[in-house]
């Protein structure tokens, strides 16, 4: 791809990175340069981002309904899985989908609800008051 034929189109994280890409330049030779995106890649990623979004409300939804612990929702807001957040806590996955239930988790001590809340960058009532 030439220099000038490089996509500027504007995406969900123009903002904060830019890619890198190899171009040619006008002597026909191989050069880095910055694009801000491309259409198709912006396309993609708010699709994902709309997945996402998605699976935070339905997390959300569970809590307020008292299906789910507010663990479950704020796992999904910050895009971890059972393995991701065992690995924050120090907790087994065994343990932590029993802290997904809201009887198992009112009954959790605060000190197992610290780590949870500094693996989310939340406070401990913030986790506690969490009501969906």
């Given at each position: ?94 343990f932590i ?8 988790f009112s ?26």
């Open positions: 791809m030439k220099k000038e034929d490089l996509p500027q189109e504007p995406g969900a994280l123009s903002r904060l990175t830019r890619e890198l890409c190899y171009v040619k330049n006008e002597d026909g030779k191989y050069e880095t340069a910055l694009s801000k995106g491309w259409d198709i890649k912006k396309e993609a990623l708010d699709s994902a981002w709309v997945e996402v979004n998605d699976r935070v409300e339905e997390a959300r939804k569970a809590v307020a309904n008292g299906e789910k612990s507010p663990v479950y929702y704020f796992m999904e807001l910050n895009l971890m899985d059972l393995a991701v957040l065992s690995g924050y806590t120090g907790f087994f996955v065994f989908k029993r802290h997904l239930k809201p009887s198992v009954s959790l001590s605060d000190k197992k609800l610290e780590k949870y809340a500094k693996a989310f960058d939340i406070t401990v009532d913030e986790l506690k008051n969490f009501k969906g």
